[in-house]
């Protein structure tokens, strides 16, 4: 890409990576949903893009990866790669205020705070509890009808107030 400066062509390609959207959740930017790490260009011109997915087997990281270097080659960056970074693991915690207001907007219920564990995490095979509110109507009345919703980041919920359904983003 032609530029003045190594900072333009940064910023360029920084600004091109923030448009692409999640392929799961189209209403959410990967920079909104925290996936986006960084985008640097190195002396030779290639933009080196790093990727945090919300779990190492997430199916989307393909398109993710493929969905930025055609939106960068399109930005007029030739020489791309996309390098997967899995420390330290994504956080719900990670999602932007834009987005969970996006979340909120298509009907899904955004993840509360992720929680904290220090050493090993136990298994449990009870239901997660969680204290959420409808996206519809706001009502603190839910219930949750499935843990496994369309994509593994996401459960089924239902509001007994307004009797919709709805997903509910996990806290991981």
């Known amino acids: ?9 940064a910023e360029a390609a920084l600004e091109a990576a923030r448009r692409v959207r999640d392929p799961e959740m189209p209403m959410l930017t ?13 002396a030779d011109g290639r933009v080196v893009v790093r990727l945090t997915p919300t779990y190492s087997g997430c199916p989307a990281v393909a398109t993710m990866r493929d969905d930025l270097v055609q939106t960068l080659n399109a930005a007029g960056f030739d020489d791309v790669r996309v390098d997967l970074v899995l420390a330290p693991a994504w956080s719900s915690d990670w999602i932007t205020e834009r987005g969970r207001r996006a979340l909120a907007t298509h009907g899904l219920s955004a993840p509360g705070p992720a929680p904290r564990r220090d050493g090993p995490v136990a298994l449990t095979l009870a239901p997660v509890r969680r204290s959420i509110a409808c996206p519809r109507c706001g009502s603190a009345e839910t219930e949750a009808t499935s843990e496994f919703g369309p994509t593994p980041c996401t459960a089924l919920y239902r509001c007994t107030a307004c009797l919709e359904p709805f997903e509910h983003v996990k806290e991981i």
């Not at 909104?32 to 640097?40: E, N």
């Open 1 to 9: 890409m032609r530029t003045t400066t190594a900072r333009t062509a």
């Open 30 to 42: 990967l920079d909104d949903l925290g996936v986006l790490r960084d985008v640097q260009v190195d």
